[in-house]
Nanobody, 117 residues
């Protein structure tokens, strides 16, 4: 049974920081591209950041220079360090595990991030 469990969300003032974590079980973590997506009320889910199995990151333009994605294969965990947070970053943040070779795609339950102005 695959599980992705996010933690670290909360309420923070604009300009503040949060660190999200996502622990994975039931998959060979090192073989997966791991990603963070977010969905704000009334909007579609969007990619925030991804990191490949070879440790190459990519970011949405809206978060470049403020967010950093990283992974710890020894502990099956992916992180999202979020700095200089803005009210428009408010959303539910979801962890994703994707492997094209096996066409598998898994999602966590989400964690709420609220940035107050």
């Amino acid at each position: 049974q695959v599980q992705l469990v996010e933690s670290g969300g909360g309420v923070v003032q604009a300009g503040g920081s949060l660190r999200l974590s996502c622990g994975a079980s039931g998959i060979t973590f090192s073989r997966y591209t791991m990603g963070w997506y977010r969905q704000a009320p009334g909007k579609q889910r969007e990619l925030v950041a991804q990191i490949t199995k070879d440790d190459y990151p990519n970011y949405a333009d809206s978060v470049k220079g403020r967010f950093t994605i990283s992974r710890d294969n020894a502990n099956n965990t992916v992180y999202l360090q979020m700095n200089s947070l803005k009210p428009e970053d408010t959303a539910v943040y979801y962890c994703n595990a994707n492997r094209r070779l096996s066409r598998t795609d898994y999602w966590g339950q989400g964690t709420q991030v609220t940035v107050s102005s």
